[in-house]
Each structure stands twice: as structure tokens, then as C-alpha cells.
């Protein structure tokens, strides 16, 4: 039972463009999402983060859209630069559940030259 | 970054045999976590803590069991390890629980191999 999903395994975009990475997640009781970003042979580094009670969080390049009704998020990447070739995880954290996270399987982002 | 060190980095193992792995703060964070990561997975908790000798079960604690004797040391132990625990470990640590602007900081983790 995958309460997180990221069901897009890779992308792949153009240096400069914008990147669109998303989640869908299932359990209503989420109510806060992180993005983490890694390497290979690396841990997870975290990104940025959004509470359910924002639709919106930017950071930089970085921007995080949050639709509740939809049980949806998205991470968009302005412009792209080729360092953010990536996995990139969605996570949520449940309410009251000892700050455990569910994390999604991950999105491979390629940003080509 | 924050001051989480694993050790060992690598482990290649039989079957059947007991394995520990150490997760070591310097940061004095409250919470620590194991996850492990497979493909078509993501980041799975194993267990975690939330002070020196509380620990509970994660999503996949079969076959694992944990100890956190002082802050800043978190051990993972393998009793009798399987093939199904081939897998890249990862340590986490936080210490904002529960609020706004928590984050969870990722040790560099432990890939080990159960033949």
C-alpha cells in the first residue's frame, strides 16, 4: 500500500527550462511534505519543505505547489542546471505520528546540456 | 552538513549471520531513524528513537532490532541476516519533532550485501 507515489520514474529536461517533478499521495492525515534530493553513493539531502496549510513554498529555484483537494504535490526547478541530475524523493509526514515519514520511490531528473 | 557518520560504508556477508551496523551523531538530535532503500521502494523506516533507550517499529522491522544506549549512538543489528536484506541503509537524525521546518538529515549510508 504505497501512500506516497511518484509515478514518474525519470525525466529528463533541457538545461534552463523548468523541471516538473510530482506526487500524489493517499492519507488525508498527512500534513506535512518534504523534498529530498540525492546522489548516487550519497544520502538524501533535503530540499525544502511545505505544511499543509500552504498551497505554495519557494526557495530559490526551487518552488513547491501543494493541492490538497487533489492530494497532490508538485516540485518545479527554474531554470534547470545540470548539478540538479538527481533521484529526488517526495515525503509526508502524518500528524501526531512521532515525526515518522512515507516516502515515495523516487524521480530520476536528467538535466541534458 | 549535518554530523552523522555510518560505519562501515561497505559489508559483504553470509546468510545466517549476525550483522550490526552503528549510525553516530555529533549534533545531540533527539530522534534518529533507520531507513533502508531498494529499488521500486524509495526510503523505507526500519525503526527509530526518540531518546536514549526508547526505540519503536517502523514499516519493515522484521528481522531487525535496535539499541540507543547514549544520544548520539544508533545501532542496527541484523540477527541472522538474509538475502532480502541486500539493501543500502541509511541513518537519519531530527530534532524540530512535530513542527514546521523539520527536517530529517541523512547519514552517507551502508550498503550491504547478504550472500
Known amino acids: 500500500d504505497q501512500q506516497v507515489k511518484q509515478n514518474s520514474p525519470s525525466l529528463s529536461v533541457q538545461e534552463g527550462r523548468i523541471s516538473i517533478l510530482n506526487c500524489d499521495y493517499t492519507n488525508s492525515m498527512f500534513d506535512y511534505f518534504l523534498w529530498y534530493k540525492k546522489y548516487p553513493a550519497e544520502g538524501p539531502t533535503f530540499l525544502i519543505s511545505?505544511?499543509?496549510?500552504?498551497d505554495k513554498n519557494e526557495d530559490g529555484r526551487f518552488t513547491v505547489f501543494l493541492n490538497k483537494s487533489a492530494k497532490h504535490l508538485s516540485l518545479h526547478i527554474v531554470p534547470s542546471q545540470p548539478g540538479d541530475s538527481a533521484v529526488y524523493f517526495c515525503a509526508a509526514r502524518e500528524t501526531g505520528t512521532a515525526s515518522k515519514l512515507t516516502f515515495g520511490t523516487g524521480t530520476r531528473l536528467q538535466v541534458t546540456l | 552538513d549535518a554530523g552523522i557518520t555510518q560505519s562501515p560504508r561497505h559489508k559483504v556477508t553470509e546468510t545466517g549471520t549476525p550483522v550490526t551496523l552503528r549510525c553516530h551523531q555529533t549534533?545531540?538530535?533527539?530522534?534518529m531513524y533507520w531507513y533502508r532503500q531498494d529499488p521500486g521502494h524509495g526510503l523505507r523506516l526500519i525503526h527509530y528513537?526518540?531518546?536514549?533507550?526508547?526505540?519503536d517499529k517502523g514499516e519493515v522491522s522484521d528481522g531487525y532490532s535496535v539499541s540507543r544506549s547514549k544520544t548520539e549512538d544508533f545501532l542496527l543489528t541484523l540477527e541472522s541476516a538474509t538475502s532480502s536484506q541486500t539493501s543500502v541503509y541509511f541513518c537519519?537524525?531530527?530534532?524540530?519533532?512535530?513542527?514546521?521546518?523539520?527536517?530529517?538529515?541523512f547519514g552517507p549510508g551502508t550498503r550491504l550485501l547478504v550472500l
Open positions: 537519519a537524525i531530527s530534532d524540530l519533532l512535530g513542527l514546521a521546518g523539520e527536517t530529517q538529515y
Open positions: 549534533e545531540n538530535h533527539r530522534y
Open positions: 528513537s526518540y531518546g536514549v533507550k526508547d526505540t
Open positions: 511545505i505544511s499543509s496549510i500552504k
